[in-house]
């Protein structure tokens, strides 16, 4: 249950965070909080793809969860930026 807790608080983190780098202004919580958890999803799956692939290990600990995730919320962002026609940068 702690895990499940501390994975929405960084994902929300992450999510607020990306929402700030790629477009100055976030979607909301409750969006920011989505794509950071989804984001912390997809980027777990590329990272896992990429250090599997290569015989390494995956990155452990607080720290490298946030950043991928934050690294996963940004290209979602970045997608969601390229579905909606909006530039990267507002502002």
């Known amino acids: 249950m702690l895990h499940f807790i501390g994975f929405i608080i960084i994902g929300g983190i992450a999510g607020w ?9 976030g979607y909301g919580v409750i969006v920011d909080v ?4 989804v984001g912390g999803v997809l980027g777990g799956w590329i990272i ?6 290569l ?16 690294i996963g ?11 909606r026609r909006e ?3 507002t502002g």
Do not use: D, N, Y
């Open 17 to 25: 965070l990306a929402g700030k780098i790629m477009s100055g202004k």
């Open 34 to 37: 989505i794509l950071g958890v």
């Open 55 to 70: 015989g390494g290990t995956r990155p452990e600990g607080l720290l490298a969860e946030f950043v991928i995730a934050l």
């Open 73 to 83: 919320a940004c290209i979602l962002v970045g997608i969601l930026h390229r579905i």
């Open 87 to 89: 530039p990267l940068r």
């Open 48 to 53: 896992g793809a990429i250090f599997g692939t």
